[in-house]
């Protein structure tokens, strides 16, 4: 007999490149769950915000929240009714009423990346544009000349 359990799942985030094009288009009939996003990780800790966000407002007031697994549903679901009580001290009368959790997209800020300065090396500068010296597109025979630089001036 086979094991049909579900495997859990990956947390469901969108990629950089599409989340950075939706940030900030929500529309204005969507302004209760705005409030509540605006304040979702103030209200719930910065370590549950990374696996749980709120998705919508059903009709009667409850709060429908998104989580990335089965592991983090249970986890919000417990703690359900003091994730209320928070909202309600950050939202006053237009908090939610009460909450549901189910599985879905939940929404990550993408780590801001400081970038490295690299000392790129006259030698290695040389050495690289020797080698794309045949490369006929200019932009292309930049970038490579670049890519090779900077490899050939890393520390050994």
């Known amino acids: 007999m086979t094991d049909r359990r579900r495997k859990p799942r990956a947390a469901y985030v969108l990629p950089e490149a599409i989340s950075s094009d939706i940030t900030g288009v929500i529309p204005t009939s969507l302004g209760p769950i705005r409030r509540v996003a605006s304040v979702w990780p103030a209200a719930v800790g910065a370590a549950l915000a990374r696996y749980a966000t709120p998705a919508r407002i059903a009709a009667d007031g409850t709060l429908i929240v998104h989580a990335t697994d089965a592991s983090w549903v249970h986890a919000v679901t417990l703690e359900s009714r003091t994730i209320v009580k928070r909202l309600a001290e950050h939202l006053g009368a237009d908090a939610p009423t009460s909450l549901r959790v189910e599985l879905g997209v939940v929404y990550q800020a993408p780590e801001e ?44």
Do not use: C
């Open 113 to 156: 990346v400081q970038p490295t300065q690299q000392t790129i090396l006259p030698a290695a500068l040389a050495r690289a544009e020797a080698i794309v010296v045949d490369v006929v597109d200019d932009r292309l025979r930049e970038s490579l000349r670049r890519a090779i630089a900077a490899s050939l001036s890393r520390d050994p």
